[in-house]
């Protein structure tokens, strides 16, 4: 579910949850905790990755429409947990964005401090407002911080999902690279910035990401307000017919193969 890879003080964490890397409560807990670990095991940086081809999918629509409110909001609380600690983490968090990351996948890589993305044919975005959810500040703020607000209001508002090279152009991402060299490109930058005077490094960093902690510090009406908005009957809808597209690719996906 979640490998950790040590580069000497620099650990990836590795999703490995198949076929897509989707987001579900088991899966972020266990995130939220490596990130916290980490710094107290010694490691000076982190690298989040998937696997070639696919950062991550998003959560997990299919099997979180099972459940029922109690665990989809501890299923919102591990998911605004992580974003937390991503976001006051006092080592430098770069995102080897491996392949597609629409949704709850693009949304982990806002709070990073640099994301590297595969070149060719693969999307990044915030398509929610698609299957009925919409964003609250703790995550359109960081969108806003990166891309500025036309576009951020664009890309939200439009649910839009961006190719590569129009991700990279915006700034949504910060550099392209070739699908096996993602993660050591990624590297690289985080070894660029260990080679600076850490303190210097550190200090500054921190305060350069103030806003961005203060976004999901504040936001703490998020949680609750997903959840209701989650069972309502508009979005409960979108997510069936997500469900449902889902059900008839995978179907025609094995019809494939046979």
């Known amino acids: 579910m979640l490998a950790r890879i040590e580069h000497e003080s620099i650990l990836e964490l590795r999703l490995e949850r198949p076929p897509a890397n989707a987001l579900d409560t088991e899966l972020l807990a266990a995130l939220r905790s490596a990130v916290e670990a980490a710094p107290a095991a010694g490691f000076e940086a982190l690298v989040l990755s998937g696997r070639e081809g696919l950062f ?9 429409m099972r459940l029922d409110r ?3 909001a501890g299923l919102w609380r591990e998911f605004f947990g992580l974003l937390r600690a991503l976001a006051a983490s006092p080592v430098p968090v ?24 595969a070149e060719g044919d693969f999307r ?9 959810l919409s964003l609250s500040e703790a995550i359109y703020g960081p969108l806003r911080l990166l891309v500025g607000h036309r576009q ?11 190719p590569a090279p129009e ?7 910060d550099e392209l690279a070739p699908p096996g060299a993602v993660v050591e490109r990624a590297l690289d930058y985080l070894r660029g910035l260990l080679a600076l005077p850490r303190r210097a490094m550190l200090a500054t960093r921190a305060i350069l990401r103030a806003d961005l902690v203060r976004m999901i510090s504040l936001d ?17 809808e979108a997510l069936g017919a997500l469900v449902a597209r889902l059900a ?3 179907a025609a996906d094995g019809r494939k193969t046979r």
């Open 56 to 64: 991550s999918a998003g959560l997990d629509v299919p099997a979180l």
């Open 124 to 132: 990044i975005g915030l398509n929610e407002v698609r299957v009925g």
């Open 248 to 250: 008839d690719k995978s």
């Open 220 to 236: 703490r009406s998020s949680e609750e307000d997903v959840v209701g908005l989650w069972f309502s009957e508009e979005t409960q």
């Open 152 to 162: 951020a209001e664009r890309l939200a508002v439009g649910g839009v999902l961006v």
């Open 94 to 117: 770069a995102a080897a964005v491996t392949g597609h990351g629409p949704a709850g996948g693009a949304v982990l890589t806002l709070y990073c401090d640099y994301r590297v993305m």
């Open 70 to 72: 109690p665990g989809i």
């Open 167 to 173: 991700a990279l152009r915006l700034g949504l991402v």
